[in-house]
């Protein structure tokens, strides 16, 4: 990467953009339903998107990260989900999405966060302390695919519930 790389809080005149950046990074992943843009909106609008960070190169936003609050069914307080995390295609496999869980990590990690949880690919996450949980998922979610990382070293038990945003689906048209 040759320009530097810039990490910072969303403002309000890049929500556009995360969501053009957001749908280009999902439209070749194959296991997506392209919901991706609508659940970072359905997050925003319903104030429970914690931690919205952008990625830029040049001055061009090419990645985001966003953070919400889970609710886990032992009560366990503080903990969020990392995701959607989008890289436009045109500058993955150049550190940007890495850079971006490592600061957006870090930064709910310094709020008070106990622990983060995600659902994603099981060769990407690892290399971030993310780990497969025992007696904690999501269910209808394969256990290889949910991924947790305790600040605490304590991993609640039960059921996590992501944020009813992550329904959102596409805006009829019409």
């Known amino acids: 990467m ?6 910072r809080d969303e403002t309000e005149s890049d929500i556009p ?7 280009a990074a999902f439209t ?3 296991i997506s339903n392209q919901t991706e843009p609508y659940i970072i909106e359905a997050l925003r609008s319903a104030g429970a998107l914690t931690l919205s960070l952008v990625a830029e190169v040049g001055g061009e936003i090419v990645g985001h990260i966003a953070f919400s609050p889970v609710r886990l069914s032992d009560g366990a307080p503080g903990w ?6 989008s890289v436009l295609p045109t500058h993955q ?3 940007i999405g890495g850079a971006l869980i490592r600061e957006g990590l870090s930064r709910i990690r310094e709020r008070g966060a106990r622990g983060c949880c995600l659902v994603g690919h099981p060769q990407y996450y690892r290399r971030f302390g993310f780990e497969n949980a025992t007696g904690l998922g999501i269910p209808g979610v394969p256990d290889e695919v949910f ?3 305790p600040f605490d070293g304590h991993v609640p038990r039960g059921v996590v519930a992501f944020h009813e945003a992550f ?8």
């Open 167 to 174: 329904g959102a689906t596409a805006p009829e048209s019409g």
């Open 2 to 7: 040759t320009a530097k790389l810039l990490i």
């Open 93 to 95: 496999r150049k550190g």
């Open 28 to 30: 070749p992943v194959e």
């Open 147 to 149: 991924f947790v990382l």
């Open 80 to 85: 969020f989900g990392l995701g959607p995390v």
């Open 17 to 23: 953009v995360i969501g053009s950046v957001t749908a």
